[in-house]
């Protein structure tokens, strides 16, 4: 085995694989995660017999996930079995309106076509926005660390290129295609897969839809953690070292290349490459002095992504009534946006998403029951919410579910915990809870993220949601991806 030795900052799902595509390319590897669990953000809280993922519900590009067991010299579907989601949603609007949005094609044209019959063409016409878009940066963007891309693109792929609305704003490309207010709402809502707003987002972000329609929403049997245990499991097999507790304090560096990490309870790990999973906007600190990094976020609320408000309940009642994903929009989305973005305080009328794996997995809570995820989009401050800013939240997420027809489950209800932005931040030390690291908007914070290799410092790397390509667990894979490349040319000659 390699003599030569790798530092992780982090045991996020991008430090994990990381850890598990150099380990099998025979690094010696050691994953310092500052939490008392791996798995970062794609966490779970198991309490009376119901199982939860505290974090990611729904995945998309499903070969991505394979991709990472093939590099292992193993197959996904030997371990996991994912699980394609009809229907993908279902949505429910202020004014009454409901219906689910499947990638059944004649069942949804006819949704459709009974929300505005004008909005038909103007699905296949968004659809090919997105999946032109996707032919482009399937290969570059997605691959690709952007200094690599224009050896990669093949100019005749350009003219896939859609120029009349890529470098728009994704709101108006999405008026302009629908007319129906709700499918622009429920399109509108994309850009909140990676922490941002339509309002200020690029049209770029058509790919997201794109995605989803065409590949599908998937789910993992037995629940989303399944995935973080079985990486677990290979990292057993593949000798990574795999320490909990073991926060990160300071990197150290002699003459611009990195030497090793110190522990915050001083231990000195030498290291030949070190690999930051935790959110890159702290490597500044870490590299100064290592002194209260996790005090002063240099990235100003501003730059960050959204951040959340998540409720779990285990509830003792089995509810055959509701989906396995559901939206409940809010009345005025402009509005909504406008108190996360410019207000930057928690919508009055929230959109709430509920996800309730248990419909589609049983194996996931006891006998009789449901577990609701409930998420709200918050802003990313650094603010301290306390009992009564939850307990007021609260009442705002349950009032809309109430109103939109959500079963009562107040009196249902058996285990109960809450992921406040403040909870989220702390726990994954992430600047207020900013799930995505910086956000999306605008073409620069878009496509130019924190690079994965560092152009200061010699040997530091950086993988996960808040560098390059970006958030979300397939994109978040491709970091690894892209990470592990770069360090096999630059750092094995
Ligand atoms: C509520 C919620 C819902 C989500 N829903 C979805 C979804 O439906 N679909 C989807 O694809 N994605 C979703 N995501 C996003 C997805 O979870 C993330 O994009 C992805 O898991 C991030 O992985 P990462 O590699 O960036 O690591 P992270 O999950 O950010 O983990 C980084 C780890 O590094 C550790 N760390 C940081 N600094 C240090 C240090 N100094 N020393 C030691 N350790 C350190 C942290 O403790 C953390 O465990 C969701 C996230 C949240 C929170």
């Known amino acids: 085995m390699s003599q030569r030795r790798v530092v992780i900052i982090g045991g996020g799902l991008g430090g994990l694989a990381t850890s598990l595509r150099l380990a099998a390319q025979g690094w010696n590897v050691t994953v310092c995660e500052a939490g008392g669990s791996f798995g970062g953000k794609m966490n779970r809280w198991c309490e009376r017999g119901f199982r939860f993922d505290t974090g990611p519900s729904l995945v998309t590009m499903p070969w991505v996930f394979a991709e990472l067991f093939e590099a292992l010299g193993s197959r996904l579907e030997d371990h996991l079995e994912l699980m394609r ?13 409901q219906f689910v949005h499947t990638t059944n094609m004649p069942e949804w044209l006819g949704t459709v076509r009974q929300l505005d019959r004008r909005d038909v063409d103007g699905f296949f016409r968004f659809m090919e926005l997105g999946s032109r ?6 290969d570059t963007f997605l691959r690709r660390r952007p ?5 990669a693109t093949n100019p005749a792929g350009l003219t896939q290129m859609p120029w009349r609305y890529a470098w728009g704003n994704y709101h108006k490309a999405v008026a302009a295609h629908f007319s129906s207010p709700h ?17 200020k987002s690029p049209a770029t972000l058509a790919v997201i839809p794109f995605i989803e329609y065409a590949f599908g929403g998937w789910y993992i049997k037995g629940g989303l953690y399944r995935l973080v245990e079985t990486l677990l499991e290979f990292a057993g097999q593949l000798r990574v070292t795999m320490l909990l507790k073991a926060e990160v304090a300071r990197i150290e560096q002699d003459g611009g290349r990195v030497t090793g990490v110190q522990l915050a309870d001083g231990t000195r790990l030498p290291a030949d490459v070190i690999v ?58 402009g509005r909504e946006f406008a108190q996360l973005w410019d207000e930057r305080r928690f919508p009055e009328d929230p959109t709430v998403y509920v996800n309730a794996p248990s419909r589609s997995d049983r194996s996931i809570v006891p006998d009789e029951g449901e577990i609701l995820f409930v998420m709200a989009n918050a802003p990313a401050n650094d603010g301290e919410w306390n009992e009564g800013d939850i307990r007021e939240a609260r009442r705002r997420v349950m009032a809309r579910l109430r109103r939109g027809g959500f079963p009562d489950i107040e009196n249902e209800i058996v285990v109960s915990d809450v992921w ?22 605008g073409w620069r914070k878009a496509f130019l993220r924190p690079p994965n290799k560092d152009r200061k410092y010699q040997g530091l790397y950086y993988v996960g949601g808040s560098t390059h390509p970006g958030g979300g667990t397939p994109i978040v894979l491709r970091s690894a991806q892209i990470t592990t490349e770069l360090i096999g040319r630059y750092e094995r000659a």
């Open 276 to 333: 930051m999973n935790g959110d890159a906007s702290n490597v500044p600190a870490l590299i100064a002095n290592g002194n209260g990094h996790l005090k002063a976020h240099p990235m100003p609320p501003a730059e960050r992504s959204m951040s959340g408000l998540v409720f779990l309940f285990g509830v003792k009642r089995t509810m055959p009534e509701i989906h396995h994903h559901q939206v409940f929009f809010s009345a005025d989305y």
């Open 147 to 151: 200094l690599d891309w224009m050896n």
């Open 183 to 199: 499918l622009q709402q429920l399109f509108d809502r994309y850009p909140t897969y990676v922490g941002s707003s339509p309002y």
């Open 85 to 97: 989601l009809h229907p993908i949603a279902a949505y429910s609007y202020d004014d009454g309106t």
């Open 420 to 441: 406040t932005p403040r909870r989220l931040g702390s726990r994954y030390l992430m600047p207020g809870g900013a799930i995505y690291g910086t956000h999306s908007q």
């Open 133 to 138: 878009l996707y032919e482009v940066s399937k």
